[in-house]
Nanobody
């Protein structure tokens, strides 16, 4: 099982980014896949997750209405579209799944700054 996150970068406040999480070793129609983030000096927090099997999405209040999680099962990839980014969204973003144990992607840095 592997998850590879990408798409981070530097963006101005109000801007947008799309993160990708390419998964291998399992198919997206079974476990849920989620996005977490860890800001400097803070604990890692879950911000969104998607169950393709049940067509259920969940968002933390801090990103609701600004972020959208989606998947492309043909590409085995989960996306996080992030709009109206704020400086407080600056963090390393990780994708995650649980298959008897936790699996994490390597993280991708998002910096929101003018």
């Amino acid at each position: 099982v592997q998850l590879q996150a990408s798409g981070g970068g530097l963006v101005q406040p109000g801007g947008s980014l799309t993160l990708s999480c390419a998964v291998s070793g399992f198919t997206l129609n079974r476990p849920a896949v989620g996005w977490f983030r860890q800001a400097p000096g803070k604990e890692r927090e879950g911000i969104s997750c998607l169950s393709t099997l049940n067509d259920i999405t969940h968002y933390d209040d801090s990103v609701k209405g600004r972020f959208t999680i989606s998947s492309d099962t043909a590409k085995n990839t989960v996306y996080l579209q992030m709009n109206n980014l704020r400086p407080e969204d600056t963090a390393v973003y990780y994708c995650h799944t649980f298959l008897g144990t936790d699996y994490w992607g390597q993280g991708t840095l998002v910096t929101v700054s003018s």
